[in-house]
């Protein structure tokens, strides 16, 4: 009888703990769900919002004169609304950036990953990998005090804020995700692809262009382009080192404006909710969004193009 009693007790207390869990579960699958259901809500009520003002704006102002105009004055009469010139800052920067960043970034991952000794590789990534950690700001203000006089003792036609300014600061800023990826993605290739290589007679130099680039090329590729993105959404850096001009060039050594620029600029109070002017900040962050989400496509197209799979 008492055997009887203290199997049904257990039973109680097993059935008691698989509905404790079934609950708790059922818990964590809510949060987790609202949660994702945040990230989506935010997405949608951003591009809602840029949208909404965006319709405004587009209302007085043609989008054929928007996209192919070629002088940008909202805020000066008589106004102009071309947004070619922050597309073309944005582009330099973007651009520039790139160019200093992508080859100094995925040689020092080469470095990491296939020359350097471990001591070394422990000591250079963390200290790169904070270059991440500083503040954009700080980045604005060594160009104005340190970047710009050094390249206006160099070309003396060179303006006090330019583009090239600009270019040399983002650049330290995405190369440490450049470093980071890149390094991660080599020392993840098969080991077995460099024994086939070394086996074959080929050196150092041949395996880690012949055979381990190659392989690593969909992750390297993706954190370019990772990188490119984040140059291009960058703020804070690029107003202070590239100036408040929107200009239509390629002279690194000329003051620009970028889209985000532009947008820091109008966000600081000055003019009026509501007006034209004001809505020109949505009609801007809806062009930037849309370049961005373009990226982000051909990114994803090219990675599957050129991705490689191993068992």
């Known amino acids: 009888m008492s055997s009887a009693i203290s199997s049904r007790k257990q039973l109680t207390n097993k059935t008691a703990a698989v509905g404790l869990r079934t609950v708790f579960e059922s818990v964590i699958h809510v949060v987790l769900l609202a949660c994702a259901a ?34 940008w004055s909202p805020l000066l ?28 970034g995925l040689g020092t991952a080469i470095y990491l990953s296939e ?58 800023m995405i190369l440490p995700m450049i470093v980071s990826l890149s390094e991660d993605v080599l020392r993840s290739v098969p080991y077995s692809l460099r024994e086939g290589a070394y086996a074959l007679g080929a050196t150092k130099l041949d395996v880690t262009l012949g055979v ?13 382009l990772l990188a490119i993105a984040r140059a291009v959404g960058e703020t804070m850096a690029v107003t202070l080192a590239a100036g408040a001009t929107p200009k239509m060039t390629l002279n690194p050594f000329e003051g620009i404006q970028t889209m985000t620029a532009y947008i820091v600029q109008v966000s600081q109070g000055d003019t009026p909710a509501g007006t034209l002017e004001y809505r020109t900040i949505f009609a801007v962050g809806l062009a930037l969004f849309v370049s961005t989400l373009v990226l982000n ?15």
Request: net charge neutral.
């Open 77 to 104: 009469k008589p106004q102009h609304f071309g947004i070619l010139p922050l597309f073309c800052g944005t582009l330099l920067v973007a651009g520039g950036s790139a160019l200093l960043a992508i080859p100094l």
């Open 297 to 311: 496509i051909a990114a994803r197209w090219v990675l599957l193009r050129v991705q490689e799979k191993y068992e």
């Open 115 to 172: 020359y350097a000794s471990v001591t070394v590789r422990e000591i250079v990534k963390p200290l790169l990998e904070v270059l991440a950690g500083i503040p954009s700001v700080v980045y604005g203000y060594l160009a104005v005090v340190f970047v710009s006089p050094v390249i206006r003792d160099t070309i003396e036609s060179a303006d006090l804020f330019n583009a090239a300014n600009a270019c040399i600061v983002v650049g330290i």
């Open 38 to 71: 945040v990230s989506i809500i935010t997405t949608v009520g951003i591009v809602f919002v840029l949208l909404a003002e965006s319709l405004q704006f587009f209302r007085e102002v043609s989008v054929w004169e928007f996209l192919t105009g070629t002088r």
């Open 212 to 224: 381990i680039l190659p392989a690593a090329m969909s992750g390297i590729m993706a954190s370019c």
